[in-house]
Nanobody
Framework: QVQLVESGGGLVQAGGSLRLSCAAS????????VGWYRQAPGKQRELVAC???????TYADSVKGRFTISRDNAKNAVYLQMNSLKPEDTAVYYC?????????WGQGTQVTVSS
């Protein structure tokens, strides 16, 4: 069973930056989308950013201009560069690989932004 392994979370002051990485432990075929989601305490999981097959990229309005998603197809990896972090960005961040038959999720990485 292929797993997604995340890294890069941590504690940062407001205005700082973090880069999240997510790599698949094996080859994943027929990927239709890759993305990052987050879930803050007491809130539902929400989409942060995703790349759809064909290269279309979408961001949540709250992170536009601050976060950048990218992928490395050869490595089956996806990244999230987060700049100008705000306390409201505090959450557990999950990477996601969507195929036609399986929805893969990472284990989550905590991002905490202090004011």
């Amino acid at each position: 069973q292929v797993q997604l392994v995340e890294s890069g979370g941590g504690l940062v002051q407001a205005g700082g930056s973090l880069r999240l990485s997510c790599a698949a432990s094996g080859k994943i075929f027929s990927i239709t989308a890759v993305g990052w989601y987050r879930q803050a305490p007491g809130k539902q999981r929400e989409l942060v950013a995703c790349i759809i097959s064909g290269g279309f990229i979408t961001y949540a309005d709250s992170v536009k201009g601050r976060f950048t998603i990218s992928r490395d197809n050869a490595k089956n990896a996806v990244y999230l560069q987060m700049n100008s972090l705000k306390p409201e960005d505090t959450a557990v961040y999950y990477c996601n690989f969507l195929t036609g038959s399986i929805n893969y999720w990472g284990q989550g990485t905590q991002v905490t932004v202090s004011s």
